[in-house]
């Protein structure tokens, strides 16, 4: 079974362009997680998708962040305009459905996606 | 709100030594609590979790933690260190009985001397 998948691994734009991170769930999961570990810090909630339905995106930091998850399948994340302090990375995880996330059914993470923003 | 602190950002132990990361949460209800450990270029490991009954658990690769209540602590142990174990660990908690987000502690890098 192949696992959370992020493309790219890494990347480095301009301050003031346009980045678009992807993360592939585990097949069958209806949960997608976002998160993002700044420079060394705690790693932070940003939404949580329940199939193509956002259900909480209480993390997100400001409107330059847009996330979409057509279909329910693969997600997206989109920084436009980058600034300096997204820097940082970027985590995908997913779990199965059901209400009790985290009380009965584990939270895969994908490897993440390094942004540096220069 | 939810919070996990771990106080210790760097630990150095020589390989066979053994290893206790501290973790200590704060949380109004019962906690479900987490140990997540990177190993450079992967994703996020589940090592081993917490939602009741027995306060230590076992997980993979030789860890355990135990509960705390009273401590509000949930520490990761293992008796003897592999060359292997040298990466990040990440405690968190997350909301039991909701499908809601985790919250992660700062992380802890370890490195394991020859």
């Known amino acids: 079974e192949a696992g959370v998948t992020q493309f790219p691994s890494h990347s480095v734009i301009e301050k003031g362009q346009t980045v678009t991170l992807r993360c592939d769930p585990i097949s069958g999961h209806d949960n997608l997680y976002w998160y993002r570990r700044v420079m060394g810090k705690e790693i932070k909630f940003l939404l949580h998708f329940v199939k193509e339905s956002k259900q909480d995106e209480s993390g997100m930091p400001n409107n330059r962040f847009l996330a979409e998850r057509t279909g329910g399948t693969y997600s997206t994340l989109k920084v436009q305009p980058a600034e300096l302090e997204d820097s940082g990375v970027y985590f995908c995880?997913?779990?199965?459905?059901?209400?009790?996330?985290?009380?009965?059914?584990?939270?895969?993470f994908g490897q993440g996606t390094r942004l540096t923003v220069v | 709100a939810q919070s996990v602190t771990q106080p210790d950002i760097h630990i150095t132990v020589s390989e066979g030594a053994s290893l206790e990361l501290r973790c200590n949460y704060s949380y109004g209800a019962t906690p479900y609590l987490f140990w997540y450990v990177q190993s450079p270029g992967q994703g996020l490991q589940l090592l081993l979790k917490?939602?009741?009954?027995?306060?230590l658990v076992q997980g993979i690769k030789g860890f355990e933690a135990e509960f705390k209540r009273s401590q509000s602590s949930f520490n990761l142990r293992k008796p003897s260190v592999h060359w292997s174990d040298a990466a990040e660990y990440f405690c968190?908690?997350?909301?039991?009985?909701?499908?809601?987000?985790?919250?992660f502690g700062s992380g802890t890098q370890l490195t394991v001397l020859p």
């Open positions: 917490y939602f009741s009954g027995d306060t």
């Open positions: 995880a997913s779990s199965k459905q059901g209400a009790k996330i985290f009380g009965n059914t584990e939270a895969f």
């Open positions: 968190a908690v997350g909301e039991s009985g909701s499908a809601r987000q985790l919250t």
